[in-house]
């Protein structure tokens, strides 16, 4: 990548304690109290992981500087597992006075790449306006898997639910004791190779929910047909919902689903969630509880996979990653389409 002059002035570095007197002064489109509380979580969050390796691995946060010490950019990651395989880009700003954002974009996204070791891929959204940050993730070899539109509910009045669900269907509150029935639903909704990217497991989804998180069982079956995860990130002063519905049990696609989510969100609201924007009937189905549409944003993903990276595995187990994620290494062709309902 070819950095304009003004890029060349960036100092970039790993949110500090020193920094969180600057953050009220920056222009990072409400980013501020996010890095000021991952500031100040820094020490406490290492002690604890020195304690208990099965904690996930610390949140990193960058900071781009101009060398007069003002703030020009911030991106948050996180890892998306305990193991810290699969890193996201959580959030990604630049200050408006910047003018070469796709440049600084660029820059900051390949300091987090270099910066977490032991990770094998790295995820990101972006609203599909965002051309900076659409360039600066491109520029680094993510390419595009799925495009959703985000919405907001501000309400659970305008939810149409059955007050009696069928014979077979319950609603449990999501725990340890199921949280294995709802990797199966999550694995069933995801793409392919977003799935093989995350490699999630049940203590994975349990780690990233809030209470009150639900699932709607089949009981004859001991199945998980649909859920509603609050998830512990929030979106524009709202909570994030992960709704999953299985792709064989679209019938529920009304008011059964609606019972679920207003029991699920009824004390978060307002609400925000996600639909593939080729699910016609689920969008169709958010507008009509209420749902206002944001925006529509593209899931990047990338692959960092190295053979020499790798641990020592079987011949079969090598080849078997090497074809899944080699796809994701820039200049390959397009992977396949997701499924429709997320």
């Not at 985000?150 to 939810?159: D, K, N, P, Y």
């Not at 989510?261 to 169709?284: F, K």
């Amino acid at each position: 990548m070819t950095s304009g002059p003004q890029c060349d002035l960036l100092v970039l570095r790993q949110l500090g304690l020193l920094d969180v007197a600057r953050l009220p002064k920056a222009d990072l489109a409400g980013l501020e109290p996010r890095l000021q509380q991952l500031a100040l979580r820094q020490g406490p969050e290492q002690l604890l992981r020195l304690l208990n390796r099965q904690r996930p691995p610390t949140p990193l946060a960058l900071l781009a500087h101009s060398r007069e010490g003002a703030v020009a950019g911030a991106l948050i990651a996180e890892p998306c597992n305990r193991r810290g395989s699969c890193w996201r880009i959580d959030a990604l700003t630049i200050n408006a006075a910047v003018s070469n954002r796709s440049d600084t974009s660029a820059l900051l996204i390949r300091d987090a790449l270099s910066q977490v070791q032991g990770a094998v891929s790295w995820t990101a959204r972006a609203s599909i306006h965002d051309t900076a940050l659409l360039s600066g993730l491109r520029e680094q070899g993510f390419q595009t898997l799925q495009q959703q539109r985000l919405w907001r509910l501000e309400s659970s009045e305008q939810l149409e639910y059955s007050e009696v669900l069928p014979q077979q269907l319950e609603l449990q509150p999501l725990d340890r004791n199921n949280a294995a029935l709802l990797l199966q639903l999550e694995l069933s909704a995801t793409p392919a190779h977003l799935r093989q990217m995350q490699d999630l497991r049940s203590e994975d989804l349990l780690d990233d929910a809030l209470p009150g998180s639900l699932l709607l069982i089949d009981t004859q079956r001991h199945q998980a047909v649909a859920a509603a995860r609050l998830l512990r990130r929030r979106q524009q002063g709202s909570t994030e919902v992960e709704l999953n519905l299985h792709p064989a049990w679209t019938q529920l696609l009304g008011p059964p689903l609606g019972r679920l989510l207003e029991q699920a969100c009824r004390r978060s609201m307002p609400i925000t969630l996600r639909c593939d924007v080729r699910n016609s009937p689920g969008m169709d189905w958010l507008e009509s509880q209420g749902a206002i549409s944001l925006r529509e944003e593209l899931v990047l993903a990338r692959s960092l996979w190295r053979r020499q990276e790798l641990p020592a595995m079987g011949g079969l187990a090598s080849r078997t990653l090497e074809r899944l994620v080699g796809q994701l290494q820039p200049n390959q062709r397009p992977v396949p389409e997701a499924m429709l309902w997320r």
